[in-house]
């Protein structure tokens, strides 16, 4: 917003001010806070009674005063108020668009918690080009929400309105990441009971809270601390293994990525073996493993495992390819 008139305004406003206590202090003979205090009555009109006798030339400099003086004390005052009323306008209507634009979000995820954890799971649907919405109360971590333009509400997580503001009825799933694990179970808890259907991944900061997380509603719980131990002593036991993970799943310069994909009802896989499905030969892709609709998971499958309706497939291979892939699977 641009200030620059108000700032104009301000320094004409106090050059009347001085200006008038100057004339009134060595041409009337008045004190200098007398002479002040006569200023600020003739600006602002409330209609005193002189504090002494003016002279002719007094009562000109007086007229001088009302006219000059009162003209931009109003255009000050205005400016302050347009100001203020744009701020608000503007803030008015920045809330107003980012409601429009959450309750049009269909098949996203709802982020609780905008921390180390949540920033960084939020990047990443953005790099997937995946929606979703944050809920955060911290400014700091508002700041950033609205620095990187990520649809956001300023609000409490724990409550059921301001998840079902958030899409929760037509969201794909729920991440809850807050640092408080009370405040995970009770956000898994009240989710749950709203959408009994809902994937909810949460975050638990002592491994102990991981078996409440579950009894509230939670799908899945991750242990930050506990997953970056295992990774650390996996990089000392195993570390080709750690590198090929990580250049299959995080290395974008490669182009290869492990993907899982769902064989729908209406497939043209359905019934098929992994030989006959010709995946590797058509797409290029590696089948490492088959999750059946009995969340048996078949690792290393062999060639003639068959495919069904349902059954999630586990596969490394090039973006364009997989992305051919997916098409062909819906």
């Known amino acids: 917003m641009n200030f620059s008139q108000l700032r104009l305004s301000l320094i004409l406003l106090c050059t009347i001010i001085a200006s008038g206590t100057l004339c009134y202090t060595y ?16 600006i602002s009109t409330v209609g005193f009674s002189e504090i002494k006798p003016l002279s002719d030339l007094g009562r000109l400099i007086t007229v001088f005063i009302i006219v000059s003086g009162i003209s931009v004390l109003t255009y000050t005052l ?14 008015l209507l920045g809330r107003r668009k980012l ?3 959450i309750s049009s979000l269909r098949d996203h995820y709802i982020i609780c918690g905008y921390g180390r954890i ?42 059921e309105e301001v998840l079902l503001k958030a899409g929760l009825e037509r969201a794909r799933g729920l991440v809850t990441t807050v640092t408080s694990d009370s405040d995970n179970v009770f956000i898994s808890l009240t989710a749950k009971g709203l ?18 997380l579950l009894r509230a509603g939670a799908s899945r719980v991750v ?51 992994l030989v006959s499905s010709k995946l590797r030969q058509d797409f290029g892709v590696i089948v490492v493993a088959i999750k059946k609709i009995t969340n048996e998971m078949i690792f290393n499958p062999l060639p003639t495992a ?9 596969v490394i291979g090039k973006k364009d390819n997989l ?3 997916q098409a062909v699977l819906t």
Do not use: H, W
Not at 27 to 36: Q, R
Not at 140 to 154: D, H, S
Not at 195 to 212: G, H, M, Q, V, Y
Not at 306 to 314: F, P, Y
């Open 223 to 273: 242990c930050p601390y506990l997953m970056g131990g295992r990774r650390m002593a996996e990089i000392l036991r195993k570390p080709t293994v750690v590198d090929f993970i990580d250049q299959t799943m995080m290395n974008d310069e490669l182009g290869l990525k492990m993907e899982e994909a769902v064989i729908t009802a209406t497939s043209p896989l359905v019934g098929k073996t």
């Open 323 to 325: 992305e051919r892939m």
């Open 27 to 42: 041409l009337e003979g008045m004190t200098p806070f007398e002479a002040f205090y006569m200023t600020m009555i003739t």
């Open 78 to 91: 205005g400016q302050v108020a347009r100001i203020f009323i744009e701020g608000e306008l503007q803030v």
């Open 195 to 212: 959408r009994p259907d809902l994937f909810i991944l949460a975050r638990a900061s002592d491994p102990k809270n991981e078996t409440k």
């Open 118 to 159: 949540g920033s960084t799971i939020a990047r990443e649907l953005v790099k997937e080009k995946i929606s979703f919405v944050v809920i955060e109360q911290n400014p700091t971590q508002i700041e950033q929400l609205e620095a990187e333009q990520f649809l956001y509400l300023n609000l409490d997580a724990t409550e």
């Open 99 to 101: 409601e429009k634009m």
């Open 306 to 314: 068959k495919l069904d309706a349902g059954d999630v497939i586990v």
